[in-house]
Structures are given as structure tokens and as C-alpha cells.
């Protein structure tokens, strides 16, 4: 008889890249959970919204592409993005804002370059830097945290606020403002507290910057840095990236502090607040955007940690998250053009 | 800081980057002892280097017995192959060989008798023998590197570096082989002596024998056989090394043992390292001490689908096929046959191939045990495969690059350091065949190096051709040239006489055609012709040749000249160099006059005439190659001086009364030549002292004196004559202004009244 013919090896690991995607997901669930008790059932609403819609508008631009449909479907990447998308908006942000990201994020972002394993940037991200430009109101009303709002958000109220703002949308956001559910993020606080000449100390005493880095924030950033560690040890990612994001955060935000903790926030407060967790283990670990070699994956993390205190500091965002990754995806090319690591049996570089 | 044999001492170990941990599944073939199957029908014995490097010493019929070598070849990488068994050679042809390409390839098939009867072996003690006789030995009985890439054995051990370190290799880092293993348990000892031959022959400092640990037993025999060895104390040690993949790779194992890395595209004996296969050691002592050719080998034969899995001894050449029936074989319906194992084996398609020298595995896995077939997906660049990739590559970048056909962009990130252990397939998420992309774009890069290399030879070879058709045509050129001078040197002087001659004319000619308003009338009268140049001068040179005939007629009409007795035949022209140069008018002239002048003087010297006319006329020939003197006035003087010269030899062949001349052309021109030089000697007699100018427009007015007589039917020779000596003297008088014109008109008129000449000198007759 004759037999089947396949190049070696003949053997294979069984971690897929659907099996790497599902467990990226999982290990957002903490987070997730987080998010959920201090903020309310917004955040679920608004991870449903952008799952269906990434998944519908995966299914459409890949029949137009005319790629197999669900095999790629079941790579679970779309799922990813859509999580990371609605976990970095306001909770109840009108539903229109999260369906424009996702779309934007799925058939754009990545897409229109090529698919999974082609895209520049990162697609949530890139998604969420247009909502942030685009609709600056509804993306900065974040949901206070619970305990501070002393109200909380259940789901009829969440569903309320997601689904009937498109009719007025300036009102409905005075609205929740007017009535204390909705508030500037702990950092957005610091930034327009300084800029109004308060020093850090002054507003830090704000009810909202209760606990380690303002109330609510912290634990979600542990809970995103406990889902990370659990990556890390399932080897999902990599150390360096993570490493270099929050190393170089953390030593930026340590000088500044040490010169002037008046006018400059803790490490702490760096490390622990807005999206720092999320992005150093879930966002910027997205392989596809960002470098490959080791030493140049440690380069783009503490690029994208600079630019994450850089721009937290001096410029006009008070959450500098997406800016830094897709500063960072833009050079990540470039730092694999000129990082490689040395070939066995070779001197030095290539 | 402890030295490399130190710390070799010590056992210590290097990392080696990179590696994966695949299931082992090495218990499934090395429980029990190697086991030996019943000897095959039929045997294929690939002879592949038969026709290049190597002739076949057996034909179709012919009878072998085990161990008889069938091949005879030299050249550094020729192996000789042996019989594996006695039997009959049935059929010398082209089959499936047991390569992934599976491509035919010659090879003997030799139907086993069944007695399996050995040749004489010469056994021997190595003691007794020299490195040579050992290398010599090994070479023989074709031993070849057995850990799978069969490299001729006895050159790894004839290396011309000095080695420190000599490994040997009993890692067997694969999955499912356990050959080196029970080898090693089982013929501890045997591979020592193989180990004692190596040691002999490159004379290391230090022998490690390098086993990973997940083959305790195979390391504690090696480590007892050590002892009853007769290696000198502390020089060889088991280094059990951690159970990874690809650590037996020959640079990974170097770097484990050493911390050393092989330079890229270097070999390792450059680092004084030789790494042997345990199953090659073997084979050596078997060679030197048994005399025994490397004619079989352990093979494991294992994957869920053999129910017999385990080690046995199979000749080589035995078909794949024929063993898989005795080990209980039962293939699946997409059963993979894997020549080798998971990670780097190749399957084959076609199970009636041999078992070869480096054939340490035939593997026959489940469909569970192997990797499904599953479509490549996007690659996500993860990173794992340069997690994995022991030789530092970054594998995912190389795969864009090669699935672009970037092949350059692919080489430049090292392409060729690759070793393709499968590492980077073995992690990679999507499932991408990332080996076979490399192996393509290695290939293709192979390719294209070998098509620079030919572009390369066919630039060498067009340009060797051009310079050749260059030399070709230089020495050609050359050749003739000599050639040439040779034939002018040879040349008799009448031809000498004959070729300045016509150039002289074809000069006079010219000369007349540019004044040709002026001699138009008279060309008319002459020629009877003046529609164009080209006829003019036809018809003047048939009217100078008939002159030429007349006057030669005329001459040997008249009494024997007493200064032409002599053969020109014999003088030789000092004047040969302005005939190659000359190109110019006036080189054609001087030469002209200078042959007339010497023909002059060898008739003076060789007869005695009237001398002084004769040194007279050279002399104003002479005076005539002066560069001062304008061009046409030259010409005409040429023109006359040839006249006189052709005058001259028509008399002189005239009087000998024999045509010696070799053909019809020459010889009227000769004669042409003669008598019109006869006759200006004549003219010349007269005023040997006249200036040269004056002599020259005497002699153009002679002529047209001589016309105007031929007009008026003069029918008196001698009256001619001296009707152009009292014009000679008249001359002078005539105002240089209107020399060239009148001296044109002269010679067309000389012409004319040479042809009267000739006619009178028939009526004479």
C-alpha cells in the first residue's frame, strides 16, 4: 500500500491559536468580575453589544473577503477584541458607541490589513482611540464606583442608560452626571484637579481616590494583574513586554514623584490605576502588534510605558493607555528590523 | 575560572537555547533486547555513486557472497557498498529510494540464497596496524556516520585539524528511537573498543560520552564498560545531559557539553571537536576486529501500529517492507510510515525501500499519536517558535519572508543556521509547516546560487570566447602580414616592378584627373573618351598597356639593347618597406621612382651600359621622394620614372627574347614598364644636368611634344627623339605658374606619343 506523505515534524503541540484566544478571555474574567461589582452591570451589557457586533461584522467581512467563515470564526480572536473594546469604555456608554468602536476595530483595524496576524495596530485600541476623539463626553463619563455612589447600577437602570441615550445624548449624559451615577475617572480627576492649580495632596483627598489608587480602580487593576500572572504561568505571554511596561512606568512615575510629589502623582497611583493593568498584560502582549525578538519586546513594552507616563503627565488625556500602544505598534516594525537576536554560531546581531 | 577540561571533568553543562519536550514514548520499543528477524528475500543495495565516482565490480547473475564489496571507486567522499547476504544478483536497476523525495535511484537487488554465507574476513588487531591501515580499514568496510546524515566515517577521523575533544553521541534526543539505547546497554563494551580506535586516531585530551537521562541503564553500562576499557584513566566520562529536544543535535550538543558554539558554516572540528554516533563507534570495532563491512545495523521498529515494536539487527538493503511483515504491522487507513522520527524523519510513500546506513528508525504511529492534518492558519507572531528554535532564529520572521518568496529577506535572518529539528512547527499555534517553508526557501536559494554560479561560468566562458576570436583574429592578421612580407621578400622583381608600377599609374592617374578641365582636348584625342573619370582612367590604363605591347613590339623589332641582357628576376628592390607603408600618394610615387631608380642601378650594376644616364635619372628620381615638392608634380615624375622603368624591362625582355614572366598581366606591364624607361633614358641623356624641376617639366613637355609630333604623323622615330630634346632645352623658359597643368597635359600627352611611338615602330616593321 502507499502511505500518507507530510513533512516533519509529525508531531505537534496542542495549544492552538482558538485554544490561546479562549484562555486570553478567560483570564480577563477577574477583571471583568471586578469591574462588574464596583461599576454595575454596564460593563456586561456593553461586553454583549460589542461581542455580537464583532463576531456579526467578523462573519461579513469575511464572506466579502471570501475566507472561510467559521474556522476563522472559531479562532476566538474576535471575541478577545470585542472584550478588551468594552471593558475600556464607560460602562454605560450609549450602545451606538460601542457598536461604532467594535465595527471600527474588526473591519478596519484589522481587516482591511489583512486579518489576524496582519493588522498594524491593535484593534481594540485602535477602536477605543476613535471613540475617544470622536465622542469625548460619552467616553470620559465613567461610572462612579459603587460604594462611593452609594447607589448602585442594576441591570434595568444599566439597559435604561445604554439603550435609550441615542435619542438625546448631551441630556442623558447631564443627566447621569447630574445625579453623581456618572464621573470623571480618578485620573481624569488628578489631571483637572492640577490644572486648576491643586496640588496632588489636595486632591487626593477626594472621596474618589480612596483606597490605594482611587476606589474601584485598584481592585480592577489587581484583579486584570492577577489574570496576567495566570497568563504568564500558562505561558500565553511573555514576561518582557509586561515587564517593560510597568518597570519603565513605574521608575518615570518614581522620579517624578520624588521631585515634586506635588505636582506629580505616585508610582502607585500610576501602577494601579486606569487601564495600566489591563494594558501591560492583555493589550500590548497582543502579539500580532507588537515586536517579536525578546530584547525587542522589552524595548516596546518600556516604550509603551514612557509613553504611558508621558502622556498621563503632559498631555491633554488624562489616560494615556491607547495613545502609548499604538505609538508603540507603529514602531514595532522597526524595532524588529533593527533588534534581532544573535543566530547560533554568529558573532554578533544578525 | 576552571578550564574547558576541567570543568568536562566536572560534568558541567551548558544551555542550549531553545528546545521542546515532546512525548518520549521510547518505553514502547527499548524493553526488550535487540532481536534479530528472519533474513529477507530479496535485498535493494543502493549503489548511488556507481557511474560518478565509483564502477560496479558485479553483474546480472553473477553470485555474492555476504560482505563481498560490489562496488570499486576512489575519490575523497567514495564509500565502497558490501553485500548484505549471499544470494544472486538478479537485476541492476533504478528503484524507489528511501528518501523523502523517494526519487529512483541505481541500486543491486540480490535475491538471498538463504545460507547467508560470509566472505573471508580478514580480522585484526589494531595494535598491529597503522592509522592509515585503520583508516584505510574503516574506509572499506564503508562505514558511515549512523546517527542518520551518513557522513563517510573515515573522514571525520582523518581530519587534518588537531582534536581535544572527541563526543560521543549517545543523546538519541528523538522521540519513540531507542537503537543508541539498547545498543548501548547491550553492547557496551564493543563500543568502547570502537571509542579505543577513535582515541587511537585522533588523540583527544577528553572522550565524553554524552547520554541524556532518560536512559539510566544505557549510562550505567557505558560507565561499567569504561572501566574494563584500555583508555588511559580520567580521559573519557558518561555526561548524562537533560532530556530536551534537540539535544542531540551535533551543535547543540557541542554547546551543551562545551558552552562552545560551532561558527556558522564552520565544522566542528575547526573547535577541535569530533562528535562519533555510539552506533558508528560500534560499527568501527566491528570493522577493525572482525574485518566485518558495515553491512547491518539496529533498527527500531515502533508507533502504535507495529504489535511487535522494538530494536532488531536488519541488514542493510533489507526493503522496509519485508521487515514491517514480521513485526506485525497493521496500518491504519491514513497510515504515515516515518523513515526516522516524529520530529525529523520523513515519511515515505512507498514501503519497498531499503533500510540504509543512518535508517536508525521505522515508525509507524496511530493517527492519535501524530499530529492531525489541519489547515495553516494566520500566524499570530506569538514568538513561540523563536522560543523554541535552539539555534537562536527568529522562525516566525523567516516564514513571512520565505511564504513571500523573499528568499534574500529570509537568507538575511540567517536562513541557513536553520537545522531543522521542527521545533518551531512543533509550538506553532496555527499550525503552520514552518520546516517545509524553510526547506523550500533553502532550496530555492540553492537553486539560485547555482544559477548565479552557472551565469557566472557562461559570462567567463563569452568573454573567453571573445578574447579568443580576438587572438584568433590578431595572429590571423599577423600571419598574413608576415605572410605578405615573406611573398614581397620572395617576390621575383619584375612582380616588385609590376606592383610599384601600377600604383605609379593609378598616382599619374589621379594627378590627371584633377587637372582634367585643362586636359580635356587632349584626353579626347587620346582616350577618345571624356564622359567620366572612372572610364578616362580605364581607358588610359588599356591605352598604356597597348602603348606598352606596341613598344615591346617595336623593341624587339629594333637591334638587341646592349643593357638588357640581364633577368630581372634576380635583383632584389632595397624598397620594400615604402611598399608597406605606403599609403600616401607620395610614399606611392617615391616608392615608384625608388624602384625604377634601383632597377636603373642593378641594371647598371649588372651590365654595363650607358652609366652616366642611368646615375643621371636616379638622381632626379631621387630628388623627386624630397617632401618639399608639391604633389602633383610628383606624380608626374612618377609617372614618367615608371614609364622609363617599364620601357627598360621591355627592352630587356625584349632582348632575351623569352617570356619568363609568370603571367600574361605581368609581363605586358614589365614591358610597358621597360620601354617607356628606355626611352626616357633616352630623353634624360640629353640634360643630365638640368635642375630638377626642369628636368621634370622637360621630360612632361617631351611627351607633349611627342604628341603634338604623333598629331602631325611624324613618321621618323629618330625625329621624335630630338624634337624632344630641343624642347627639353626650351623649358627653362616656361613660367612655373603653369608647370603642374602643363606637366599634367605632358604625361597625358607622353602617353600618346608613346602609342605613335609603338605605331611608327610597326610601320617600321
Redesign the interface.
Known amino acids: 500500500m502507499a502511505f500518507k506523505i507530510a513533512s516533519s515534524p509529525h508531531v505537534g503541540s496542542t495549544l492552538q491559536t482558538a485554544k490561546v484566544m479562549q484562555r486570553v478571555a478567560l483570564c480577563l474574567l477577574p477583571g471583568i468580575a471586578t469591574q462588574l461589582y464596583f461599576f454595575g452591570f454596564g460593563t456586561l451589557l456593553q461586553i454583549a453589544i460589542a461581542v455580537i457586533t464583532a463576531y456579526a461584522a467578523e462573519a461579513a467581512i469575511l464572506s466579502l473577503r471570501n475566507r472561510p467563515i467559521k474556522s476563522t470564526l472559531a479562532d476566538n480572536s474576535a471575541l478577545v477584541t470585542a472584550l478588551l473594546l468594552a471593558i475600556a469604555i464607560p460602562p454605560l456608554a450609549p450602545w451606538w458607541v460601542v457598536v461604532i468602536g467594535t465595527l471600527f476595530s474588526i473591519i478596519i483595524v484589522k481587516h482591511l490589513y489583512g486579518g489576524l496576524g496582519n493588522n498594524l495596530f491593535n484593534p481594540a485600541m485602535a477602536g477605543y482611540v476613535l471613540l475617544l476623539i470622536s465622542f469625548p463626553v460619552q467616553m470620559t463619563d465613567w461610572v462612579s464606583p459603587m460604594s462611593a455612589a452609594q447607589q448602585s447600577v442594576d441591570l434595568t437602570y444599566a439597559l435604561n442608560a445604554v439603550f435609550n441615550s441615542a435619542s438625546d445624548i448631551l441630556v442623558i449624559g447631564h443627566n447621569l452626571a447630574i445625579d453623581g451615577s456618572t464621573m470623571a475617572t480618578p485620573l481624569d480627576t488628578l489631571k483637572t484637579d492640577l490644572s486648576m492649580g491643586m496640588t496632588t495632596h489636595e486632591s487626593l483627598a477626594k472621596p474618589i481616590f480612596s483606597g490605594m489608587a482611587g476606589l474601584g480602580w485598584f481592585e480592577v487593576n489587581l484583579a486584570f494583574l492577577i489574570g496576567g500572572l495566570i497568563m504568564l504561568k500558562l505561558k500565553i505571554i511573555r514576561w518582557q513586554i509586561s515587564f517593560g511596561i510597568l518597570s519603565a512606568l513605574f521608575i518615570c512615575s518614581s522620579f517624578g514623584f520624588l521631585l515634586n510629589p506635588d505636582t506629580h502623582v505616585s508610582p502607585m497611583m500610576h501602577l494601579f490605576s486606569g487601564g495600566t493593568m489591563l494594558a501591560a498584560f492583555f493589550i500590548a502582549t497582543d502579539p500580532v502588534t507588537a515586536a517579536t525578538s525578546h530584547r525587542g519586546r522589552i524595548i516596546f513594552g518600556v516604550m509603551i510605558g514612557v509613553l504611558i507616563y508621558v502622556i498621563r503627565t503632559f498631555g491633554g488625556y488624562p489616560d494615556a493607555v491607547a495613545f502609548a500602544v499604538l505609538l508603540a505598534n507603529m514602531c514595532a516594525p522597526f524595532i524588529d528590523h533593527y533588534v534581532r537576536p544573535r543566530t547560533y554560531g554568529h558573532r554578533s546581531g544578525s | 575560572m576552571l578550564t574547558l577540561l576541567e570543568q568536562l571533568d566536572k560534568g558541567s553543562l551548558w544551555q542550549s537555547?531553545g528546545g521542546?519536550h515532546?512525548?518520549e514514548l521510547k518505553q514502547l520499543s527499548n524493553q526488550q533486547a535487540i532481536g534479530r528477524l528472519p533474513l529477507a528475500k530479496q535485498f535493494v543495495v543502493p549503489i548511488p555513486q556507481v557511474g560518478e565516482q565509483a564502477r560496479l565490480l558485479v553483474e546480472v547473475g553473477q553470485t555474492v557472497l555476504k560482505g563481498q564489496v560490489l562496488t570499486e571507486g576512489t575519490g575523497f567522499i567514495y564509500l565502497p557498498v558490501h553485500a548484505p547476504t549471499s544470494g544472486t544478483v538478479t537485476a541492476i536497476k533504478a528503484v524507489a529510494s528511501n528518501h523523502a523525495s523517494g526519487l529512483p535511484v541505481l541500486s543491486c537487488i540480490i535475491d538471498a540464497d538463504g545460507y547467508d554465507n560470509w566472505c573471508d574476513l580478514i580480522t585484526s588487531d589494531p595494535a598491529a596496524l597503522s592509522n592509515d591501515d585503520i583508516i584505510t580499514k574503516i574506509k572499506q568496510a564503508g562505514i558511515a556516520g549512523m546517527g542518520g546524515a551518513a557522513f563517510p566515517t573515515h573522514i571525520k577521523l582523518n581530519t587534518a585539524s588537531e582534536i581535544d575533544l572527541v563526543i560521543i553521541n549517545g543523546v538519541e534526543c528523538e522521540?519513540y528511537i531507542t537503537s543508541d539505547d539498547r545498543l548501548m546497554r547491550e553492547y557496551s563494551n564493543e563500543i568502547l573498543k570502537g571509542i579505543e580506535i577513535i582515541h587511537r586516531l585522533l588523540g583527544p585530551q577528553r572522550i565524553i560520552i554524552a547520554i541524556e537521562d532518560n536512559k539510566p541503564e544505557a549510562a550505567q553500562a557505558m560507565q561499567q564498560a569504561i572501566h574494563l576499557s584500555k583508555l588511559p584513566a580520567n580521559s573519557t566520562r558518561v555526561t548524562v545531559i537533560p532530556t530536551k529536544y534537540p539535544s542531540g543535535g551535533e551543535?547543540q550538543l557541542i554547546?551543551i557539553i562545551t558552552g562552545k558554539?560551532?561558527?556558522?558554516?564552520?565544522l566542528p572540528s575547526q573547535l577541535g571537536i569530533v562528535v562519533q554516533n555510539v552506533g558508528t563507534a560500534f560499527a568501527i570495532q566491528d570493522a577493525i576486529y572482525s574485518g566485518k563491512p558495515l553491512i547491518e545495523r539496529v533498527v527500531t521498529f515502533t508507533g502504535k501500529n507495529i504489535h511487535q515494536p522494538g530494536n532488531y539487527w536488519l541488514p542493510i538493503g533489507t526493503p522496509v517492507a519485508a521487515a514491517l511483515e514480521l513485526v506485525d504491522f497493521r496500518?491504519s487507513t491514513?497510515?504515515?510510515?516515518?523513515i526516522?522520527g516524529?520530529?525529523?524523519?520523513?515519511?515515505?510513500?512507498?514501503?519497498y525501500v531499503p533500510v540504509l546506513k543512518g535508517t536508525n528508525c521505522v515508525?509507524a504511529?496511530s493517527n492519535e499519536?501524530?499530529?492531525p492534518?489541519s489547515?495553516e492558519?494566520?500566524?499570530?507572531?506569538?514568538?513561540e517558535c523563536?522560543?523554541a528554535c535552539?539555534?537562536?532564529?527568529?522562525p516566525?520572521?523567516l516564514f513571512w519572508h520565505a511564504k513571500a518568496q523573499e528568499y534574500d529577506k529570509a537568507a538575511?535572518?540567517?536562513l541557513q543556521?536553520c537545522i531543522?529539528c521542527?521545533c518551531c512547527?512543533?509550538?506553532?499555534?496555527?499550525?503552520i509547516?514552518l520546516?517545509?517553508y524553510y526547506?523550500i526557501a533553502k532550496s530555492a536559494l540553492r537553486v539560485e546560487a547555482e544559477e548565479k554560479v552557472l551565469a557566472e561560468q557562461a559570462k567567463l566562458r563569452f568573454e573567453a570566447r571573445l578574447q579568443r576570436l580576438e587572438d584568433e583574429k590578431l595572429a590571423r592578421e599577423a600571419k598574413a602580414k608576415e605572410a605578405a612580407e615573406k611573398r614581397q621578400a620572395n617576390m621575383k622583381s619584375s612582380d616588385k616592378d609590376a606592383v610599384a608600377a601600377a600604383m605609379a599609374r593609378i598616382a599619374a592617374k589621379k594627378a590627371a584627373q584633377s587637372n582634367e578641365a585643362n586636359l580635356q582636348s587632349i584626353v579626347k584625342h587620346d582616350a577618345n573618351d571624356s564622359t567620366g573619370v572612372d572610364k578616362k582612367s580605364a581607358v588610359s590604363a588599356a591605352i598604356a598597356r597597348a602603348k606598352a605591347k606596341k613598344a615591346a613590339q617595336s623593341a624587339e623589332q629594333f637591334s638587341i639593347e646592349n643593357n638588357a641582357t640581364q633577368t630581372p628576376s634576380n635583383t632584389h628592390n632595397p624598397s620594400d618597406s615604402v611598399v608597406e607603408g605606403g599609403i600616401s600618394q607620395q610614399n606611392l610615387i617615391a616608392a615608384a621612382v625608388a624602384r625604377a631608380k634601383a632597377k636603373k642601378a642593378a641594371q647598371n650594376n649588372q651590365a654595363i651600359t650607358s652609366d652616366e644616364a642611368v646615375n643621371g635619372l636616379a638622381d632626379s628620381s631621387t630628388s623627386d621622394t624630397d617632401p618639399s615638392l608639391n604633389d602633383k608634380k610628383a606624380k608626374v615624375a612618377a609617372a614618367i620614372a615608371k614609364a622609363k622603368a617599364k620601357k627598360l624591362q621591355q627592352t630587356e625582355i625584349a632582348s632575351d627574347s623569352a617570356d619568363t614572366e609568370p603571367n600574361e598581366d605581368n609581363s605586358i606591364t614589365a614591358s610597358a614598364n621597360g620601354a617607356m624607361a628606355k626611352k626616357t633614358i633616352a630623353d634624360d641623356n640629353t640634360d643630365p644636368a638640368e635642375q630638377d624641376k626642369k628636368a621634370r617639366i622637360a621630360a612632361a613637355v617631351a611627351k607633349a611634344k611627342a604628341k603634338k609630333l604623333q598629331q602631325v604623323e611624324t613618321s621618323n622615330v629618330e625625329s621624335q627623339l630630338s624634337s624632344s630634346s630641343i624642347t627639353l632645352e626650351q623649358t627653362p623658359n616656361l613660367d612655373s605658374a603653369v608647370l603642374d597643368k602643363k606637366a599634367k597635359i605632358a604625361a597625358a600627352v607622353a602617353k600618346a606619343k608613346a602609342k605613335k611611338l609603338a605605331q611608327q615602330a610597326e610601320k617600321k616593321d
Open positions: 537555547p521542546i515532546p512525548p522521540p551543535k554547546q558554539e560551532v561558527p556558522s558554516g564552520c496500518p491514513t497510515q504515515k510510515l516515518i526516522g516524529p520530529m525529523m524523519g520523513y515519511a515515505i510513500h512507498d514501503p515508525l504511529p499519536e501524530i499530529s492534518d489547515d492558519k494566520a500566524c499570530i507572531r506569538c514568538g523563536a522560543i535552539p539555534a537562536l532564529l527568529l516566525q520572521q538575511s535572518f540567517n543556521d531543522e521542527g512547527s512543533y509550538v506553532c499555534p496555527s499550525d509547516p520546516v517545509e526547506r
